[in-house]
């Protein structure tokens, strides 16, 4: 009957030990009950807006990597070249002196000739050798002479410089071998009402403008300028 009671007793403090083992136990496993599964968490993060970027060792999903890659890219810079008075003058004035009442002019140099124009279609281009622009454009003028230039068609140059040698020196220098007039007294600028340069004028055959062109573009040559109205002008009945 002792013995009996002693085990009794031995198995109701066992129970107690075990019993309060696990009290202990229990609050460590559930100290965070409200704690979300990694999953949970990366969902959250996704839909709120102002949630920076998952740690790096969570997955990203392939929509939130485009997104990420779509907000840190920048937009490439785009190169474009302006063009105003100051980096690029299209055209110059024309401030001419008066020559001198004794300086010889020679009269062939100063009148158009006629009589190679006459059937022709006509470029006159009025320039002068201290003009920035048409010093630029020279090389196209050349061109364009050597292109049309023949039977049909003619370029005739204009000079409004001041000092007739230094005219006929840059004319040769520059192997300007085209029909050159040197426009003294400033006559074909006032018949032509030409106030700057350059300044290119197109005549038809009968000598009738057809088209003015004024100053340099920086997008197109006179080559190309010109081309499409000459191309009609010269397949024009006579």
């Known amino acids: 009957m002792q013995a009996t009671r002693t085990i009794i007793i031995v198995?109701?403090?066992?129970?107690?030990?075990?019993?309060?083992?696990?009290?202990?136990?229990?609050?460590?496993?559930?100290?965070?009950?409200?704690?979300?599964s990694p999953a949970q968490t990366t969902q959250a993060a996704q839909n709120d807006p102002q949630a920076g970027p998952p740690?790096?060792?969570?997955?990203?999903?392939?929509?939130?990597a485009s997104r990420l890659a779509r907000a840190n890219k920048q937009p490439a810079a785009k190169v474009a070249r302006n063009y105003d008075d100051d980096n690029f003058p299209r055209t110059a004035a024309i401030v001419k002196k008066k020559p001198a009442e004794n300086a010889p002019v020679d009269p062939s140099i100063q009148q158009l000739p006629?009589?190679?124009?006459?059937?022709?279609?006509?470029?006159?281009d009025f320039w002068a050798s201290w003009c920035g622009p048409c010093r630029a454009g020279l090389p196209n003028v050349r061109r364009l002479q050597a292109i049309y230039g023949g039977d049909d068609f003619m370029v005739i140059s204009v000079s409004e410089d001041d000092d007739q040698a230094a005219w006929r020196a840059f004319v040769a220098d520059h192997q300007m071998t085209w029909t050159q007039r040197f426009d003294a007294d400033s006559s074909l600028q006032r018949q032509f009402q030409v106030s700057g340069l350059p300044t290119f004028i197109l005549l038809d055959r009968d000598g009738r403008e057809v088209q003015r062109y004024i100053g340099e573009d920086p997008g197109r040559t006179i080559l190309e300028r010109v081309g499409p109205e000459l191309k009609r002008t010269l397949q024009a009945k006579l």
Not at 20 to 27: H, K, R
Not at 55 to 64: G, M, Y
């Open 11 to 36: 198995a109701v403090l066992a129970g107690g030990l075990c019993g309060s083992a696990a009290a202990q136990t229990a609050p460590a496993q559930n100290q965070n009950p409200t704690a979300n």
């Open 55 to 64: 740690q790096a060792d969570q997955p990203v999903s392939l929509a939130e």
């Open 114 to 124: 006629e009589e190679a124009m006459r059937g022709k279609v006509v470029l006159l």
